[in-house]
């Protein structure tokens, strides 16, 4: 089935002999007399392109088209134009049509032009479509949280969003810091825009320059074109700049520089650049004690926090975590393509009271593990990992080598009695080995 075309004409022998012509070329068509009925008809219909006279009984054609492009972007209009009204025509361009036809003269020109909107107007329809659902996928309304220390953050970037405010996130590792970032930027008026996120620890000095301003060819060895920097890729839309207390104390100086001026300098270049950047900086660090050690500037830091959120811990609301292990439980059995019915009340009742220092990403993990290594389908308690010592370690590192090594060591040794003799002919290693294991780990 092709597209369907609204036609609006007041001329109503007109705009039925088009109807036929569309209509024998296999497209779906309806027919308004004035501006008002073509916008009900926009309202109430999935509409791919609009042909509408430049002179409606209600409305101008020409603001008309504005009008249209508001409620559907996505639609592409073609302009109607009698003799003498082609200047309509082109302002109607300038407004958002596609193109425009006048009357009597182009008619050979109607269903070409006609196919080549259809076509376009379908391929935006597509990219409107993954547009929204990105947009819903990082809404306010997909935190997970009916804690009062969720709300009250979520509330905060709810009104922030709609500003072009700069805004600081405060909270531990884990938290959620990106994913609020995220969602102040799908609801902002820059969400047509980039979202572009940088890790200010994840570089060295002189790599994380380059990349958030870029660099001019020949800057320096391998520079063999110039490259755009992270704030050019994030130009009209907005850069999240996460461990923001990380950064070097020189680039904190070019970054004021892009708050107060919107300008920066590109690696070996001495042109200026202008960019129009929306800030949102995240750290875990207490900056204003990092003021007092010199490792960061108080200027810079006033001018990020004009607006501040602090982002609760998990252990500060504990309520949402039976909420957050569910949602992951049903997350990860799907990417897993299991079949779970919940989690056990004895593990629930495990994980309300584990102290969570790696907050909603540790829970995230162990939620993964435990889907992972269940034979049955609840979650119980026994998945936690615990070891014989009643210590739970950080569940971010279940899966790293060297923290299974050290606790087996450990638990080695206690069986043992601190033998280390007996507990490295155990352990089928040297003892100089076990020696050496036990000060990397610190376990003497």
Not at 8 to 32: C, Q, V
Not at 50 to 72: A, F, M, N, Q, T
Request: hydrophobic residues 40%; aromatic residues 6%.
């Amino acid at each position: 089935m092709k597209s369907t075309v609204l036609i609006i004409d007041d001329e109503t022998k007109l705009a039925g002999l088009m109807a036929r012509i569309i209509g024998l070329e296999g497209y779906h068509t309806l027919l308004a007399g004035s501006g008002k009925e073509g916008l009900r008809l926009l309202e109430r219909e999935h509409i791919q392109v609009v042909l509408s006279d430049i002179k409606l009984p209600d409305v101008s054609g020409v603001e008309l088209v504005k009008e249209l492009k508001e409620k559907k972007p996505y639609i592409e209009v073609i302009c109607l134009t009698a003799y003498g009204t082609i200047a309509d025509g082109v302002t109607a361009i300038k407004n958002g049509a596609f193109d425009y036809i006048t009357k009597g003269d182009d008619n050979e020109r109607i269903l070409p032009l006609l196919a080549k909107a259809a076509e376009k107007a379908e391929l935006q329809y597509k990219l409107y479509q993954l547009e929204n659902q990105l947009i819903s996928q990082h809404s306010f309304e997909g935190i997970i949280g009916q804690s009062r220390a969720i709300k009250n953050a979520i509330e905060l970037a709810r009104k922030v969003a709609v500003t072009d405010t700069t805004v600081l996130l405060l909270g531990e590792t884990g938290t959620g810091k990106e994913v609020f970032a995220r969602a102040i930027h799908y609801n902002s008026n820059r969400k047509q825009k980039n979202f572009v996120a940088v890790n200010c620890s994840a570089f060295s000095r002189e790599l994380l320059e380059s990349e958030l301003f870029g660099y001019k060819a020949g800057a320096f060895t391998n520079a063999l074109k110039d490259k755009k920097g992270l704030f050019e890729e994030a130009d009209g839309g907005t850069l999240f700049m996460d461990e923001i207390g990380e950064l070097p104390i020189d680039l904190q100086a070019k970054l004021l520089r892009v708050l107060e001026s919107g300008e920066f300098i590109k690696v070996g270049d001495t042109k200026t650049n202008k960019i129009n950047v929306r800030i949102i900086a995240a750290t875990n660090r207490h900056l204003q004690e990092e003021i007092q050690k010199g490792n960061f500037r108080e200027d810079l830091f006033y001018r990020l926090s004009v607006f501040h959120i602090s982002l609760p811990s998990l252990n500060d609301r504990r309520e949402d975590i039976p909420l957050l292990a569910d949602y992951y439980l049903k997350e990860y059995t799907a990417k897993m393509n299991r079949k779970m019915n919940g989690i056990d009340p004895t593990m629930m009742e495990q994980l309300e009271k584990y102290n969570w220092r790696g907050n909603i990403r540790e829970l995230k993990n162990l939620i993964e593990r435990a889907v992972i290594v269940a034979d049955d389908d609840i979650l119980k308690a026994d998945l936690l990992p615990v070891d014989l010592y009643g210590e739970q370690e950080s569940l971010l590192t279940v899966f790293d080598m060297a923290t299974m090594e050290k606790n087996h060591i450990r638990k080695i040794l206690k069986h043992t009695k601190g033998n280390k003799t007996e507990a490295a002919r155990l352990m089928n290693i040297g003892v100089t080995t076990l020696y050496r294991k036990i000060e990397e780990y610190h376990l003497g």
